[in-house]
């Protein structure tokens, strides 16, 4: 009988493929699914790297790789994305969180803790899997928080990480603001929308390619969307509300000029690691008596 592979050497192996697939970080991704097929942690896998793996272990880590090498997402082999401080189960019919989108959340604590109100309400628009919701809710615990998504599925999903996490937050289904009676009540607003554009050549490539379209592609060079909530946010927002948006690289300009039309103040963007203009934010204080 042909003698058991060791963990190490379908580590090696996994490795070997998933860079001969051209995967970016082959050691790291492969550690992941390795842990994955066998329920083991790193440190185990390598404490006992010597050990024979089972024939149901080698076959598992073999769908994996299959899985991975055909460019599916590893938030989606996996389940989760680490975002901010918080593990999130991911499914296909979210955004995958995305590591500048963080940017977001640092911003929007700022603002956060900008409202002199004891308990800030906010919102996020457009929520998938409830990542900036939860990561404000987890920083800032006495926040009233409400997220909506136009998606059924991605509130499934939003609803299980916050049950998981322990953290109460107000989900809605509809789209951008619709599910809300326009009262002026929120402190904060935050969205991550769409925003490629739908001819934008990087659709064809990495992630996107499995991720809802609906959450990635809008229309008009990618601004619909982020056009519509700024154009809708203002008659929810509490007086001095500060309405904070993520968008693309080169969007800055644009989102600047239709904030300002829509009569927020304060206008600032923010730069992310990367070096690209990501986030921009405005302050709407409501007109004084004529
Ligand atoms: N930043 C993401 C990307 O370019 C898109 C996220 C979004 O459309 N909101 O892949």
Not at 31 to 45: D, H, V, Y
Request: with cysteine; net charge negative; glycine share 8%.
């Amino acid at each position: 009988m042909e003698a058991r592979a060791s963990l190490d050497s379908l580590l090696r192996d996994l490795r070997t493929r998933l860079q001969d697939a051209g995967i970016e970080n082959p050691g790291l991704e492969a550690r992941m699914l390795l842990g994955t097929a066998t329920g083991q942690g790193t440190a185990q896998l390598i404490a006992h790297g010597n050990d024979a793996a089972t024939a149901e272990q080698a076959a598992r880590v073999d769908a994996l790789c299959q899985r991975r090498c055909a460019g599916e997402p590893m938030a989606h082999i996996l389940g989760r994305r680490s975002f901010w401080t918080l593990e999130l189960g991911v499914s296909p019919a979210c955004l995958i969180p995305r590591p500048e989108t963080e940017l977001l959340v640092e911003h929007a604590l700022a603002a956060v803790d900008a409202c002199s109100h004891e308990n800030p309400r906010v919102l996020d628009l457009g929520t998938g899997t409830g990542a900036i919701i939860l990561a404000l809710k987890a920083e800032r615990p006495v926040i009233e928080a409400v997220a909506s998504d136009r998606s059924l599925d991605a509130l499934r999903q939003a609803r299980a990480n916050a049950d998981g996490l322990g953290l109460d937050v107000a989900f809605l289904q509809g789209t951008w603001l619709a599910p809300l009676k326009p009262r002026g009540t929120f402190n904060v607003i935050v969205s991550n929308p769409p925003y490629i554009a739908p001819d934008d050549a990087h659709l064809a490539h990495g992630d996107v390619r499995f991720e809802p379209r609906a959450a990635l592609v809008a229309a008009d060079a990618g601004l619909a969307d982020l056009r519509t909530i700024i154009h809708t946010a203002g008659e929810h927002l509490a007086p001095s509300g500060r309405l904070l948006l993520e968008h693309g690289f080169d969007q800055a300009r644009a989102v600047r000029r239709m904030l300002k039309n829509a009569g927020y103040t304060a206008i600032r963007s923010h730069v992310d690691m990367a070096g690209h203009v990501r986030i921009t934010e405005g302050l709407l204080i409501p007109e004084g008596p004529a």
